[in-house]
């Protein structure tokens, strides 16, 4: 019969979104209307994937790799993966407790929905990355927020964190460095978080470690990981996006405590059967070849990050902290007395600059803008000028 509604599942009403995608449609659009923007908005490095990596894919691809593969990936990629973090982290793990996924979101949305249910809470921070809050709505369970506020360098209060678990709380998202704030958590706060989790044996952790390798201005990257009694109930979260500039490959990895990797494996049987084979020899190639690219990456978006806060504090209404790590920078913009949402729409529309309204990361986000400076330095002091005009 023609005009039937379609009967969807109601919880996919409370499934959100991440606009970073829709901004980028919108900018996008206005380029091919003839008009000139410069993309701040997306969450991506502008460098291209080394070329021995590449070089690696096509070679399995050559070599008759076309196949399935076990559901978490081949050995030799979760033994390399062992051993990136052995390297990186100082931490024996089992390559049996690694599962790789087509990227670092699915983790995310594996964890979410292994401890998530109607009933159950998981704290997540806000702002954050705006797939946690959706992915733990459409999970049925309560999303707690952990505000992450400028005043403490967008990092927290361990004791206050600790203070938001219940009996219900079933899993904590920590993410640092972190998105969209840059801040990076300071290893004494870390430390009481690991030390004060010891009261909670019910709450599993899932460390979103994405931008792990960057951190800037002495900064360290402390991994949850290396806190040795957590490992039975921490998740991690990992992967090639960010760090060999892998955005397109979809390929990410995970560490499972044993007690429910099995389940990470059964939800990669369900979803997506296996990794892109091709891709898996490529991620083995950036784990054990040279690392030189993603240092020289690395050290370009340290050089722009001081470009892009020197360049903020200079517009009227607009300061800017210096980030600690990742590649974003997480103005307050209160001074110009619009919200968010309004400025994110001005400067795409009159400045032609692309960058994101910090409600799209959760409530604390109001009287912010997301700036990714993964971009030019010439593109972002052109960006910077035009915005300074439209402000003007
Ligand atoms: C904090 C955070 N975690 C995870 C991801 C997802 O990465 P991937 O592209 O590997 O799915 C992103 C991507 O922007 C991110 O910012």
Request: hydrophobic residues 40%.
């Amino acid at each position: 019969m023609r005009g039937a509604k379609l009967q969807t599942a109601a919880n996919l009403e409370r499934l959100g979104t991440e606009s970073a995608f829709e901004v980028l449609a919108r900018a996008e659009a206005l380029k091919a209307e003839g008009h000139d923007v410069i993309n701040l908005g997306i969450g991506q490095p502008d460098f291209s994937t080394p070329e021995h990596i590449v070089e690696a894919a096509v070679k399995a691809l050559r070599d008759g790799h076309h196949g399935y593969t076990p559901a978490p990936g081949i050995l030799a990629l979760r033994e390399a993966v062992a051993a990136d973090i052995a390297r990186l982290r100082g931490v024996e793990v089992d390559p049996n407790n690694i599962v790789c996924v087509p990227g670092g979101k699915v983790t995310m949305f594996f964890a979410i929905m292994m401890f998530g249910e109607a009933g159950a809470e998981i704290m997540y921070p806000n702002p954050g990355f705006p797939i946690y809050e959706s992915a733990i709505n459409y999970s049925g369970a309560k999303a707690v927020p952990i505000p992450l506020l400028e005043e403490k360098d967008f990092s927290f209060d361990a004791e206050e964190v600790l203070s938001l678990i219940t009996p219900a709380t079933r899993l904590m998202i920590i993410n640092t460095p972190a998105n969209p704030t840059g801040g990076a958590v300071p290893r004494e706060e870390m430390d009481k978080l690991a030390a004060g989790l010891e009261a909670h044996p019910h709450v599993a952790i899932l460390s979103d470690e994405i931008y792990g390798q960057m951190t800037y201005d002495g900064h360290e990257h402390v991994s949850l990981l290396s806190y040795e009694h957590l490992r039975d109930r921490l998740i991690l979260l990992d992967g090639w996006s960010k760090t060999y500039a892998m955005t397109g490959w979809r390929l990410g990895y995970s560490v499972w405590p044993k007690d429910v990797v099995g389940h990470a494996e059964k939800l990669c049987v369900n979803v997506h059967s296996c990794v892109n084979a091709s891709a898996q020899f490529a991620g083995i190639a950036a784990l054990e070849g040279p690392q030189d690219e993603p240092a020289a990456m690395v050290k370009a978006f340290d050089e722009r990050r001081r470009v892009i806060v020197s360049e903020l504090n200079q517009i009227a209404g607009i300061s800017c902290i210096e980030p600690g790590g990742a590649f974003y920078a997480f103005p307050n913009i209160t001074g110009t007395g619009m919200t968010s949402d309004t400025l994110q729409k001005k400067l795409l529309e009159e400045a032609g600059v692309a960058v994101i309204s910090g409600t799209s990361f959760g409530s604390y986000g109001e009287g912010y803008l997301r700036f990714s400076y993964a971009n030019s330095t010439e593109n972002i002091r052109l960006a910077l000028s035009r915005i300074r005009d439209c402000l003007a």
